[in-house]
């Protein structure tokens, strides 16, 4: 694995913080935690950028727990990665006054949910650039993919990626909400990219082979799904019959096995809502 483990895991059981380099930490979900996805933080000079998704308000306080632990510098701005539809649970106890950066299209589902920001919105439709004096945080929106509107966020200087749930690393993983054809086309886009150090979703800090590993796996599983419906089975013969032994003993693989079969079944069939 690579970074350092940092003993800052006393004051909160929701991440394991590793450092990447000076500046750059990856914030890890605990099994014994609340948190369910991946973080970062981001040491731009004078304040701190963090960011991840899925974010109660108790990873959101172990997060800037972890951070004060890092340095007193403050936590000026949180980045949301992706958010899903009807999950209004998550993603909104920010406190107040901070800047939460999104993509447009993650900001058009936020606005659908009942509950509403207390803080400064900032949005992109395609590109941000945080820069500081000795590193930058370039966030870039890659389209739906994962859910409706996926950001990845690479700081250059140490060829670090975070990817959030666009992969799983020793993981099957949730297939979310978005496109699933374009999720694949998205995975091919970032596994081009000049980065030594992803940041998943889910999983230990790993390299672009772990990615294509995702990938693969992505791809294998679409397949599969496709072949039943051009075989002309339903729903259910499909959950019976469904086989990829290759990839079977995945973390999670059994877990996640029906809702994902259903949920691509759905959708490559035109089904879905």
Not at 50 to 70: F, S
Not at 155 to 171: A, H, M, N
Request: proline residues 5%; contains cysteine.
């Amino acid at each position: 694995s690579f970074g350092t483990l940092c003993p800052i895991q006393a004051a909160q059981r929701s991440y394991k913080i590793e450092k990447i380099a000076e500046g750059v930490y990856a914030a890890l979900a605990t099994s014994s935690g609340t948190a369910t996805s991946n973080a970062f933080i981001v040491d731009l000079g004078h304040y701190l950028v963090v960011g991840g998704a899925h974010l109660t308000k108790k990873a959101i306080n172990d997060l800037l727990v972890a951070a004060a632990e890092i340095t007193p510098k403050p936590v000026e701005a949180f980045v949301l990665a992706h958010h899903h539809k009807g999950f209004s649970f998550v993603d909104f106890d920010f406190p107040p006054g901070k800047d939460i950066i999104m993509t447009l299209q993650t900001r058009q589902v936020m606005k659908q949910e009942v509950r509403k920001f207390d803080g400064q919105i900032n949005y992109f439709r395609e590109g941000l650039t945080l820069e500081g004096p000795d590193r930058s945080l370039v966030l870039t929106n890659v389209g739906p993919a994962h859910s409706k509107g996926d950001l990845i966020a690479y700081i250059p200087q140490t060829k670090t990626l975070f990817t959030s749930d666009l992969v799983y690393v020793d993981s099957a993983g949730f297939l979310g909400d978005g496109p699933l054809r374009d999720w694949v086309l998205t995975l091919e886009g970032i596994s081009n990219l000049d980065a030594d150090k992803i940041i998943p979703g889910y999983g230990p800090v790993s390299g672009m082979a772990e990615v294509r590993a995702f990938k693969n796996y992505l791809k294998d599983f679409l397949t599969e799904i496709l072949k039943h419906i051009e075989k002309g089975d339903n729903l259910y013969e499909t959950l019976q019959a469904f086989s990829l032994p290759q990839h079977k003993n995945i973390p999670g693989f059994k877990t996640f096995k029906a809702g994902n079969i259903e949920r691509a079944f759905k959708q490559l069939s035109n089904l879905e809502n």
